[in-house]
């Protein structure tokens, strides 16, 4: 059962219930305060796997990464007074991350994940970790993580040691709309740094918690990209006078694919009009059928929509898990030792998402080259420039953004390389096959940024283009869409930089649900 926030209080309670992907992009974006659980028997379900370390301790058990050195080194032992120390020392030699820092979201969505990985009630913390944690996503406290550095096996142990060090009041954060160290903006929240208990750093840092946050937020936007493809399409069907009848619902009965079906659906229902569809399409043999940018286009969006149900799937699993090392199980009262750091389902789950984002990127694309190009577009200007013909040779229009959306298209198509299989040997073979999962989360994100840029490439092209075809007061449902776009960009009358058109639609797309609108409605 999913714990559903309490509405009226906007909060995300934390007591070892599963947390859908949803709750956990809405926690990140500030949308919703953390609260962990206050009850007797939550605290006795997280105690009870710190008490199973406890008694290791007490019997002189070794216990990996407490009184143990880490990975290679773990056949060194140690005295408890040491043990603790070099918990610290964990956090100190990890702090070397390179790249521009992962954004907020992502890293408060990583440290939302680490707090569900407790709640499961097998990583032998202390309530005051949780409640720690909770206090710096409240207080809008944000470490900052570089980006690179992650071979997602032991987990994500570099970037995660920015957050280990944040808690501690080391390092940088991000408060109050600037960085600034850590101790300078717990100090003003008037929070006091953690002290971490046995084990506790090495919870922190080992685990899948920064892919999955990243993994969770590209979901999100993959989401709104493919309701966007398929508004771009609707445009791009009105603006060259295409055919309706490409998305008749028995077609979709014939292959039941069910994204398949829905983009189909969505589409016709963007060109639903009372008027007859002769209408609106153009006449002679030659158009009987569509480009397959266009005919296929719930084929594409399809591809990603069905996609997306098993990557959200994973990535929910994935959130709701106990995935550091060692575990405790309180049941038994053994220390276990395992692989659940091993980020494997989320590099296979982006590689995936990032190859069906970039295949709509690259329908997108080829939409624009129909709209702009007066061979193919059926009576439309060329480059959508609609001037006197003396004025167009000092006219361009859309020219140069075609090329841009050529050049996004391209990049995405390029980043689809499987991040996976660069699985390789490091720290002295004993991480010797690790899952690329950050790598390959961060590249998911990447082709999202790319796929929404040649969108609203698209978009505004498309939106151009329907405005001189005219008849656009016909297909309400696309006239919605278009006010939308109109909302962020002007029609483009004359030469002029259309930059930050694209940022603005872009980000807009990204961060609403400007394009998800019901048809009901």
């Not at 361009?396 to 050049?407: D, E, L, Q, R, W």
């Given at each position: 059962?999913?714990?559903?926030?309490?509405?009226?209080?906007?909060k995300l309670v934390i007591?070892?219930?599963?947390?859908?992907?949803?709750?956990?992009?809405?926690?990140?974006r500030g949308q919703v305060?953390?609260?962990?659980?206050?009850?007797?028997?939550?605290?006795?379900?997280?105690?009870?796997?710190?008490?199973?370390?406890?008694?290791?301790?007490?019997?002189?058990?070794?216990?990996?990464?407490?009184?143990?050195?880490?990975?290679?080194?773990?056949?060194?032992?140690?005295?408890?007074?040491?043990?603790?120390?070099?918990?610290?020392?964990?956090?100190?030699?990890?702090?070397?991350?390179?790249?521009?820092?992962?954004?907020?979201?992502?890293?408060?969505?990583?440290?939302?994940?680490?707090?569900?990985?407790?709640?499961?009630?097998?990583?032998?913390?202390?309530?005051?970790?949780?409640?720690?944690?909770?206090?710096?996503?409240?207080?809008?406290?944000?470490?900052?993580?570089?980006?690179?550095?992650?071979?997602?096996?032991?987990?994500?142990?570099?970037?995660?040691?920015?957050?280990?060090?944040?808690?501690?009041?080391?390092?940088?954060?991000?408060?109050?709309?600037?960085?600034?160290?850590?101790?300078?903006?717990?100090?003003?929240?008037?929070?006091?740094?953690?002290?971490?208990?046995?084990?506790?750093?090495?919870?922190?840092?080992?685990?899948?918690?920064?892919?999955?946050?990243?993994?969770?937020?590209?979901?999100?936007?993959?989401?709104?990209?493919?309701?966007?493809?398929?508004?771009?399409?609707?445009?791009?069907?009105?603006?060259?006078?295409?055919?309706?009848?490409?998305?008749?619902?028995?077609?979709?009965?014939?292959?039941?694919?069910?994204?398949?079906?829905?983009?189909?659906?969505?589409?016709a229902g963007l060109l639903?009009?009372?008027?007859?569809?002769?209408?609106?399409?153009?006449?002679?043999?030659?158009?009987?059928?569509?480009?397959?940018?266009?005919?296929?286009?719930?084929?594409?969006?399809?591809?990603?929509?069905?996609?997306?149900?098993?990557?959200?799937?994973?990535?929910?699993?994935?959130?709701?898990?106990?995935?550091?090392?060692?575990?405790?199980?309180?049941?038994?009262?053994?220390?276990?030792?395992?692989?659940?750091?091993?980020?494997?389902?989320?590099?296979?789950?982006?590689?995936?998402?990032?190859?069906?984002?970039?295949?709509?990127?690259?329908?997108?694309?080829?939409?624009?080259?129909?709209?702009?190009?007066?061979?193919?577009?059926?009576?439309?200007?060329?480059?959508?420039?609609?001037?006197?013909?003396?004025?167009?040779?000092?006219?361009?229009?859309?020219?140069?953004?075609?090329?841009?959306?050529?050049?996004?298209?391209?990049?995405?198509?390029?980043?689809?390389?499987?991040?996976?299989?660069?699985?390789?040997?490091?720290?002295?073979?004993?991480?010797?096959?690790?899952?690329?999962?950050?790598?390959?989360?961060?590249?998911?994100?990447?082709?999202?940024?790319?796929?929404?840029?040649?969108?609203?490439?698209?978009?505004?092209?498309?939106?151009?283009?329907?405005?001189?075809?005219?008849?656009?007061?016909?297909?309400?449902?696309?006239?919605?869409?278009?006010?939308?776009?109109?909302?962020?960009?002007?029609?483009?009358?004359?030469?002029?930089?259309?930059?930050?058109?694209?940022?603005?639609?872009?980000?807009?797309?990204?961060?609403?649900?400007?394009?998800?609108?019901?048809?009901?409605?």
């Open positions: 059962m999913e714990n559903t926030p309490n509405n009226e209080n906007h007591n070892g219930s599963q947390i859908s992907v949803q709750q956990i992009v809405a926690a990140a305060q953390i609260e962990i659980d206050k009850s007797r028997q939550f605290a006795d379900h997280i105690n009870a796997s710190r008490n199973v370390l406890i008694r290791a301790l007490e019997q002189n058990r070794p216990v990996y990464g407490v009184t143990t050195g880490f990975g290679k080194c773990c056949g060194k032992r140690m005295i408890s007074e040491v043990a603790e120390k070099n918990g610290l020392n964990l956090i100190r030699f990890h702090g070397c991350g390179t790249g521009k820092p992962f954004g907020e979201a992502e890293t408060r969505a990583a440290m939302i994940c680490r707090l569900i990985c407790f709640s499961r009630g097998y990583s032998g913390v202390s309530l005051d970790l949780m409640e720690k944690i909770a206090e710096l996503l409240n207080a809008r406290i944000t470490p900052v993580v570089p980006s690179e550095g992650s071979v997602g096996a032991s987990g994500d142990l570099t970037p995660m040691s920015y957050v280990a060090a944040a808690l501690a009041g080391m390092r940088q954060v991000f408060y109050q709309g600037r960085q600034m160290p850590a101790a300078e903006a717990l100090d003003h929240a008037g929070i006091t740094p953690h002290r971490f208990l046995p084990k506790e750093p090495l919870a922190i840092m080992n685990g899948t918690a920064m892919m999955t946050a990243i993994a969770a937020m590209a979901v999100d936007r993959a989401k709104k990209l493919a309701d966007a493809a398929a508004c771009a399409t609707a445009l791009c069907i009105h603006a060259i006078a295409g055919n309706i009848h490409h998305y008749d619902p028995v077609i979709s009965r014939a292959k039941p694919h069910p994204g398949q079906g829905a983009a189909a659906d969505r589409i639903a009009s009372e008027a007859p569809p002769e209408t609106f399409s153009a006449s002679g043999p030659e158009t009987l059928q569509d480009p397959y940018s266009v005919r296929c286009a719930p084929q594409v969006i399809g591809v990603l929509t069905d996609a997306l149900r098993w990557v959200e799937d994973w990535i929910h699993t994935e959130a709701n898990s106990a995935n550091d090392n060692p575990l405790f199980d309180p049941e038994s009262g053994n220390v276990l030792l395992g692989g659940n750091f091993y980020g494997g389902h989320v590099a296979f789950a982006m590689d995936g998402l990032k190859s069906a984002l970039a295949s709509v990127a690259d329908m997108a694309d080829r939409q624009v080259a129909l709209m702009v190009d007066a061979n193919v577009n059926r009576g439309l200007p060329a480059d959508l420039v609609e001037v006197e013909e003396s004025e167009q040779p000092f006219h361009h229009g859309f020219k140069a953004m075609s090329i841009t959306a050529s050049a996004l298209a391209a990049e995405a198509l390029k980043e689809t390389m499987p991040a996976a299989a660069f699985s390789r040997s490091t720290e002295s073979h004993n991480q010797d096959k690790v899952s690329m999962g950050t790598i390959a989360a961060r590249d998911a994100c990447r082709v999202c940024l790319l796929a929404e840029k040649t969108l609203a490439v698209c978009l505004l092209a498309g939106v151009q283009a329907c405005e001189i075809r005219g008849r656009m007061d016909q297909r309400p449902h696309l006239s919605r869409v278009a006010a939308e776009i109109r909302k962020v960009a002007e029609p483009t009358t004359a030469d002029r930089p259309m930059d930050s058109d694209i940022t603005n639609l872009a980000s807009k797309m990204a961060d609403s649900e400007m394009f998800s609108f019901s048809m009901m409605d």
